[in-house]
């Protein structure tokens, strides 16, 4: 056999170590392990990890007192259940074990544990005084007295690539035990006992319960190891400080369960949990009091049996076999981002701002790299030329009323019909907003919307986009104060409607006074109608026939006046007098909406109803969006009617919104409904 075999042969323990395997060995040296012989899983490892063989030897050679049972990257060392009793010693088949097994941060003594409880201080699990030596995986050894499997692991906090795979290994081993020691070689009783072992009961009840409920039933197990978790062993071992002792008030462990509750960890997984504090006095530990604490709960078949060795490989294997995916690594960084970052968070989104705290104070405006999400109360959009766009710059656009005197109720509602225009700095006008009525979206045709963040709650002026509103709002306060008086003002309202989308051929309803026909006069109660030719206002029965006029861009049959629907069609007025095709746009669509609104109710709540959403400032949440009233969150009905707070644009109900006051940074100068929320 080759020299360069023998240590790691031995670290490895090959079994049968006979001259042909040695010979194998030695022939496939030169050929970067290509030809190792696949007789042993530990030799599968070397062939894997070739850089094992600059590991410490010293730490496994323990004359094959224990074995490796998984390494560091969750593979499982031993192949088959035989090989795991055999190597165990326990071929009796009436053998029936429990599993013990240790955790613990690195360098605090576990394996040194385990040697003095169960095998009289015997190095049956290797200990070293080196920096570089610590147990790597998990070890396993048998106590033939005790009938325990004993389980050495792989310290936490230890330096390693594999973060991720030895606490889930970790996780795995507890699983599977039923005694489980979680040793602290510290003065105090640190943060990571609590963190481990929190987690541990959590990933057990959503993972491993319902995992070893299934292999219980595979392998016949009438009491399933899934009921209750292990029983927990947490050994304190201090030097110059005393550690928890029980008094007539609590006891050590009401103690832990105390900082468990106050760190928000549940340990409810684990069938109980016990502290034993050790205080070594001149160097020397004494460990009965842990083999009693042990010994006891051995003896404890309440919660868990013991069973025969195969179950125990079997119900570890199952496990490992489930649960070893590759996983993503986790930064435990110790000054996260979080600490230095700013803390405000986006109004609509709900994002937080990238930048470092105190960027606002040197002027940095807040910014976040995530996309946002619009919100009508907090207006948080701007529009951009489509036109700059693609051209590859961003100019930012806004709507602009006409200019018009506000100063009468009249003037208001003219400015509110007339709609608004988008101006660009480079390209000029680029969109009238009434050509929307003939499908000319400004979405579509020249702007860009952009959604942004919301920081903080914006104090710019917005007068120019609720004027429109303010018209409604005055309308709706004259018709409440005299609709149940006399029908009239009804009637004056649905004449001044109509007047805004009339075509411009025809006669203004405040000129018509008298039937253009029969001469009778009109009362204010009577409903004037315009003949789709000529354009002049006429009484019902004067004006009861329909036919097409293509001329007047009317293609399907409308009302025509008696004289007119006597003329032929291609002569029935003047060519020059032909208004333009969009001219009669709106009037269609006016036309179209009315004819299909329910014929419940008057006139003015048609009108009403129709241009309500049309005309609401863009800040104000659509009436189809709320539902529940924003301060009482009573369900709107139409028993509880909806209305609209100026201040925050959210839908409130009467009773939650009997506070009026100026609302400027919306553009009401004079005091208007506000919910009790604003107020």
């Given at each position: 056999m080759s020299s360069l075999w023998k240590p790691w042969v031995e670290t490895l323990k090959v079994e049968p170590m006979d001259p042909a395997i040695m010979k194998s060995l030695d022939n496939c040296l030169d050929n970067d392990f290509d030809e190792l012989p696949e007789f042993s899983p530990n030799l599968f490892t070397l062939k894997k990890n070739p850089l094992m063989m600059n590991s410490c030897t010293k730490c496994h050679n323990n004359n094959n007192k224990s074995f490796l049972l998984l390494d560091g990257q969750e593979v499982l060392q031993v192949s088959d259940v035989e090989e795991f009793v055999r190597k165990l010693n326990c071929m009796e088949n009436n053998t029936k074990v429990k599993v013990v097994s240790i955790f613990g941060n690195t360098g605090d003594?576990?394996?040194?544990?385990?040697?003095?409880?169960?095998?009289?201080?015997?190095?049956?699990?290797?200990?070293?005084?080196?920096?570089?030596?610590?147990?790597?995986?998990?070890?396993?050894?048998?106590?033939?007295?005790?009938?325990?499997?004993?389980?050495?692991?792989?310290?936490?906090?230890?330096?390693?690539?594999?973060?991720?795979?030895?606490?889930?290994?970790?996780?795995?081993?507890?699983?599977?035990?039923?005694?489980?020691?979680?040793?602290?070689?510290?003065?105090?009783?640190?943060?990571?006992?609590?963190?481990?072992?929190?987690?541990?009961?959590?990933?057990?009840?959503?993972?491993?319960?319902?995992?070893?409920?299934?292999?219980?039933?595979?392998?016949?197990?009438?009491?399933?190891?899934?009921?209750?978790?292990?029983?927990?062993?947490?050994?304190?071992?201090?030097?110059?400080?005393?550690?928890?002792?029980?008094?007539?008030?609590?006891?050590?462990?009401?103690?832990?369960?105390?900082?468990?509750?106050?760190?928000?960890?549940?340990?409810?997984?684990?069938?109980?949990?016990?502290?034993?504090?050790?205080?070594?006095?001149?160097?020397?530990?004494?460990?009965?009091?842990?083999?009693?604490?042990?010994?006891?709960?051995?003896?404890?078949?309440?919660?868990?049996?013991?069973?025969?060795?195969?179950?125990?490989?079997?119900?570890?294997?199952?496990?490992?076999?489930?649960?070893?995916?590759?996983?993503?690594?986790?930064?435990?960084?110790?000054?996260?981002?979080?600490?230095?970052?700013?803390?405000?968070?986006?109004?609509?989104?709900?994002?937080?701002?990238?930048?470092?705290?105190?960027?606002?104070?040197?002027?940095?405006?807040?910014?976040?790299?995530?996309?946002?999400?619009?919100?009508?109360?907090?207006?948080?959009?701007?529009?951009?030329?489509?036109?700059?766009?693609?051209?590859?710059?961003?100019?930012?656009?806004?709507?602009?009323?006409?200019?018009?005197?506000?100063?009468?109720?009249?003037?208001?509602?003219?400015?509110?019909?007339?709609?608004?225009?988008?101006?660009?700095?480079h390209c000029g006008e680029i969109y009238k907003s009434r050509q929307y009525w003939y499908g000319n979206n400004s979405e579509d045709v020249a702007i860009r919307k952009k959604i942004t963040h919301v920081w903080t709650v914006s104090n710019r002026s917005i007068a120019p986009q609720n004027t429109a509103q303010r018209v409604i709002d005055s309308v709706s306060y004259i018709t409440e104060a005299v609709t149940n008086v006399s029908l009239q003002p009804t009637k004056a309202l649905k004449a001044w409607a109509a007047d805004q989308v009339a075509p411009s051929y025809w006669r203004s309803n405040n000129e018509i006074k008298h039937c253009y026909h029969c001469k009778i006069p009109f009362s204010p109660t009577d409903d004037k109608h315009h003949c789709r030719d000529c354009g002049e206002g006429f009484c019902a029965q004067c004006s009861s026939k329909t036919k097409c006029v293509p001329n007047r861009n009317w293609y399907s049959p409308v009302r025509v006046c008696d004289t007119c629907y006597e003329k032929e069609t291609n002569g029935s007025s003047d060519d020059s007098l032909e208004p333009p095709l969009e001219d009669v746009g709106v009037r269609k669509v006016t036309e179209h909406v009315v004819s299909t609104l329910s014929a419940v109710g008057t006139v003015f709540s048609y009108s009403k109803s129709f241009i309500k959403d049309s005309v609401r400032p863009s800040y104000w949440i659509p009436d189809s969006e709320v539902v529940n009233c924003c301060v009482c969150e009573r369900k709107f009905s139409a028993m509880l009617l909806l209305h609209h707070c100026r201040a925050c644009g959210r839908g409130v109900c009467q009773e939650c919104s009997q506070h009026r006051k100026p609302v400027p940074h919306r553009g009401w100068d004079h005091p208007v409904r506000v919910c009790n929320a604003c107020v």
């Open positions: 003594g576990k394996s040194h544990t385990m040697n003095q409880v169960f095998f009289n201080g015997e190095e049956v699990f290797q200990t070293s005084n080196e920096q570089n030596c610590c147990t790597l995986g998990v070890w396993v050894a048998f106590d033939p007295i005790l009938n325990v499997v004993c389980l050495d692991t792989e310290g936490l906090q230890g330096v390693t690539n594999c973060e991720n795979e030895r606490t889930r290994l970790l996780l795995k081993v507890l699983a599977v035990s039923d005694i489980v020691v979680y040793g602290i070689h510290s003065e105090r009783l640190n943060r990571d006992l609590f963190m481990f072992l929190g987690t541990a009961s959590r990933a057990y009840s959503r993972h491993f319960k319902a995992a070893l409920q299934v292999i219980g039933q595979k392998e016949g197990i009438s009491t399933s190891l899934s009921k209750l978790g292990p029983s927990i062993i947490v050994l304190h071992e201090t030097r110059h400080t005393i550690p928890l002792i029980n008094n007539a008030s609590e006891s050590a462990e009401d103690i832990l369960r105390a900082r468990f509750a106050q760190m928000s960890l549940e340990i409810d997984a684990f069938s109980s949990i016990k502290y034993i504090g050790l205080q070594t006095v001149n160097d020397t530990t004494d460990y009965e009091h842990l083999r009693s604490a042990i010994v006891s709960e051995l003896n404890n078949t309440t919660v868990r049996s013991a069973r025969k060795p195969h179950l125990v490989y079997n119900t570890l294997k199952s496990l490992n076999d489930q649960l070893s995916d590759e996983t993503e690594n986790v930064s435990n960084t110790l000054f996260p981002d979080q600490y230095f970052t700013c803390p405000i968070k986006c109004l609509s989104c709900g994002n937080g701002c990238n930048n470092s705290m105190g960027h606002f104070r040197d002027g940095k405006p807040h910014s976040s790299n995530t996309k946002c999400k619009f919100q009508c109360q907090y207006e948080n959009s701007m529009y951009i030329c489509k036109r700059c766009y693609k051209n590859g710059n961003e100019v930012e656009v806004r709507k602009r009323n006409f200019e018009e005197n506000q100063n009468s109720w009249y003037s208001f509602a003219k400015n509110a019909w007339s709609g608004y225009i988008i101006d660009c700095p």
